[in-house]
């Protein structure tokens, strides 16, 4: 069964850093691309970041550029997001997500559950 | 940067049919995919590539793209379609994923 389990959520202060985790099982993981979504509660899905699926080329919207860093370990199947210089507008439910192909122009066809980001003093 | 626009709410009625629009410029020439987000859960694919379905699907769930306009079509609409859905391309020219801003489906 194709699955992914985020972790590393969790509340820090406006400035700080911290690094989510996203664990693949089910698939081939260096065969997809993979991304991160933010999702303000209430409020709808924003792309954030996607890496292919060999890790060479990666993506980052621009709202997070220059601060957050996407990486995949293959010895691990896990994707990782470290986040920097976090801000309150960075809050919300980050979900990794599979894309259907190595790079990420397509869709994302398995999410996981979501981890929560809270920055705040 | 490119912009995906959709109606924040579509209500239809039990055995209906509810089409939510996803309007681009030149939103035909790209690949259009369709998601389904329910309260409190992870958004889940349910249209790809302008109108292909992944398994577990139902065929009540398809999709149109021409010109400036991208459609998702539920055929005989029932209560547990009640969902936020999102439309969602790849930006080629700024080599980023873009997402419409979210539908409400009501069932009535």
């Known amino acids: 069964d194709v699955q992914l389990l985020e972790s590393g959520g969790g509340l820090v202060q406006p400035g700080g850093s911290l690094r989510l985790s996203c664990a693949a099982s089910?698939?081939?993981?260096?065969?997809?691309?993979m991304s991160w979504v933010r999702q303000v509660p209430g409020k709808g899905l924003e792309w954030v970041s996607a890496i292919s699926g060999s890790g060479v080329t990666t993506y980052y919207a621009d709202s997070v550029r220059g601060r957050f860093t996407i990486s995949r370990d293959s010895s691990k199947n896990t994707l990782y997001l470290q986040m920097n210089s976090l801000r309150g507008d960075d809050t919300a439910v980050y979900y990794c997500?599979?894309?259907?192909?190595?790079?990420?122009?397509?869709?994302?066809?398995?999410w996981g559950q979501g981890t929560t980001v809270t920055v705040s003093s | 940067s490119y912009v995906l626009t959709q109606p924040p709410s579509v209500s239809e009625a039990p055995g209906q049919t509810a089409r939510i629009t996803c309007e681009g410029i030149n939103i035909g020439s790209k690949s259009v995919h369709w998601y389904q987000q329910k309260p409190g859960q992870a958004p889940v694919l349910v249209i790809y590539y302008d109108s292909d379905r992944p398994s577990g699907i139902p065929e009540r769930f398809s999709g149109s793209n021409s010109g400036n306009t991208a459609t998702l079509t539920i055929s005989r609409v029932e209560a547990g379609d009640e969902a936020d859905y999102y439309c969602q391309v790849w930006d080629t020219s700024s080599d980023h994923q873009v997402f419409g801003g979210g539908t409400k489906l009501a069932v009535l």
């Open positions: 089910g698939f081939t993981f260096t065969n997809y691309a």
């Open positions: 997500a599979k894309g259907t192909g190595t790079n990420p122009h397509y869709g994302m066809d398995v």
